[in-house]
């Protein structure tokens, strides 16, 4: 008899951070991460995380509404369910539940683990084998202070951690932020690529004035320079300068990457399991915009190593990230859930190797670190 699903647990895991991460809509001192323990009636446990950032401050899922959730409405259509049908399941909870995204990302990273462990393969091999070992990881310089982002980038560079740099602008007027960028890429010069993120901080007319000076200091990239909802604007800013456009909020699913590409843009895709509602569907994100040209980014909600090792897992099987990834989370945290962390340098982080996430907990430190 084929294996079923037996429980599904959900808990809130509150990790601090190792130092004050500032965005345009929030600064975080913690992470939540909404670990998901699924559990077949072969014995095999699937681990899953879904996490966001700053409670409701980025969308509309906090780690409190995605436990809520899955523990009442998602869980329920999938307990007595063929472990194994990760396929029939995802459409399962798309038929019976709209949105969450992160908590349907959760869940599928979690049928994936437990699959790929039942397999003995690793989920890279499940999502269609695995291109790469190692994926290079950038550094986001994050806490506001010109000179302390500049010391801690030549650090990660002497520790030869990460040689590429993005910044977390947008919170304070366009002209301070662009003086405390150009500051920093003038600091590096050619030793590593800067660019920033407005986390659609900015209006049009802001962002053209901003990005102009940007481009004009050698910022390589301009992430979500306004709201998500404003495509053709977006279009428009992609045509008018050189430095590319790197659509984050703006694409969460294959669906808005058609359109957006069928509009015009030409910059390139930040893709996230979490907002594409799982590994499966940021792949597919990423068919549509290979089929347009449009370059590829690793992104991330600054998950813990779980969410970070599904992550890794799918961008493996791509050909090419042509901007990198941002598969940092595990990192901004000061201590973690699992047994092994994963393995950073070089400038990016190897890509783990056992069943499934190759991924086991901690259970001391999961304990110690759950929300009571």
């Not at 929030?26 to 996490?51: K, P, Y």
């Not at 393969?121 to 000179?147: E, F, N, R, Y």
């Not at 909802?229 to 279009?235: D, N, P, Q, T």
Request: charged share 20%; with cysteine; hydrophobic share 45%.
């Amino acid at each position: 008899m084929s294996s079923v699903i037996e429980s599904i647990e959900t808990l809130l895991v509150d990790l601090p951070t190792i130092r004050p991460h500032k965005l345009s809509m929030t600064t975080m001192a913690c992470q939540t991460l909404v670990i998901v323990r699924l559990r077949d009636s072969d014995g095999i446990e699937g681990l899953g995380e879904g996490t966001t950032i700053g409670g409701l401050a980025y969308g509309p899922e906090s780690p409190e509404s995605i436990k809520r959730n899955i523990d009442t409405y998602l869980a329920p259509l999938l307990i007595g369910q063929p472990a194994g049908a990760v396929a029939a399941l995802r459409s399962r909870l798309d038929r019976h539940a709209r949105g969450n995204a992160i908590a349907k990302s959760a869940l599928e990273t979690a049928l994936l683990d437990a699959q790929g462990k039942r397999l003995g393969l690793p989920m890279a091999q499940l999502l269609g084998g695995a291109h790469h070992d190692h994926l290079p990881v950038l550094w986001t310089l994050a806490s506001g202070d010109t000179g302390r982002d500049i010391d801690e980038a030549f650090q990660r560079l002497e520790q030869r951690r990460h040689c590429d740099f993005k910044l977390k602008i947008g919170a304070n007027a366009v002209d301070d932020d662009v003086r405390h960028v150009a500051a920093i890429k003038e600091a590096l010069g050619e030793r590593a690529s800067v660019r920033v993120d407005v986390n659609q901080a900015w209006d049009e007319s802001s962002a053209v004035r901003g990005i102009a000076a940007l481009q004009a200091a050698g910022i390589d990239l301009i992430e979500q320079p306004i709201p998500a909802r404003e495509h053709a604007g977006l279009v428009r800013l992609a045509s008018r300068f050189e430095v590319p456009m790197l659509a984050d909020e703006a694409v969460a699913d294959a669906r808005d990457g058609f359109a957006l590409a069928a509009a015009g843009f030409n910059g390139a895709y930040a893709l996230k399991i979490a907002k594409a509602g799982g590994p499966r569907g940021a792949l597919a994100l990423a068919q549509v915009a290979q089929a347009a040209g449009i370059g590829l980014y690793g992104g991330t909600l600054l998950e813990g190593s779980i969410g970070t090792a599904a992550s890794l897992h799918a961008w493996a099987t791509l050909p090419e990230l042509a901007w990198g990834s941002e598969m940092f989370g595990p990192l901004l945290l000061k201590d973690d859930i699992v047994a092994e962390p994963l393995a950073y340098g070089e400038f990016g982080v190897e890509l783990p190797t056992g069943p499934g996430l190759g991924i086991a907990l901690d259970e001391d430190k999961l304990a110690h670190f759950t929300r009571k």
